[in-house]
């Protein structure tokens, strides 16, 4: 069975840090690319950050950028999302994805395996 569980999740005040991390099990996710998606109350998932199996390769989105930094260990099967200057806005539930796509693409339905979610709350 595969899956992605979430954690590091919580409340934070606004310019805070969170560090929030993905494991992965179940099978080999090797040549698979890794993203982060959010989704606040009303809105759709939205993307967050990618990258891909080798770490070559990063993308983020607009609102996040210079503040979030995805990254991975595959000796661990585990990857992270560190973020930094939290705002508001951030506030969401943050789930992870995994893609065979060899680039790290935007869109939800690029990715097949998702996590559960964690909260992210930043208060201001």
């Known amino acids: 069975q595969v899956q992605l569980v979430e954690s590091g999740g919580g409340l934070v005040q606004s310019g805070g840090s969170l560090r929030l991390s993905c494991a992965a099990s179940?099978?080999?996710?090797?040549?698979?690319?890794m993203g982060w998606f959010r989704q606040a109350p009303g809105k759709e998932r939205a993307f967050v950050a990618g990258?891909?199996?080798?770490?070559?390769?990063?993308n983020y989105a607009d609102s996040v950028k210079g503040r979030f930094t995805i990254s991975k260990e595959n000796g661990l099967n585990t990857v992270y999302l560190q973020m930094n200057t939290l705002k508001p806005e951030d506030t969401a539930v943050y789930y992870c994805?995994?893609?065979?796509?060899?680039?790290?693409?935007?869109?939800?339905?690029?990715?097949?395996?998702w996590g559960q979610g964690t909260q992210v709350t930043v208060s201001s």
């Open positions: 179940g099978r080999t996710f090797n040549g698979y690319t």
């Open positions: 990258i891909t199996w080798s770490g070559g390769a990063t």
């Open positions: 994805a995994a893609s065979a796509l060899s680039w790290v693409a935007a869109s939800v339905s690029a990715y097949t395996y």
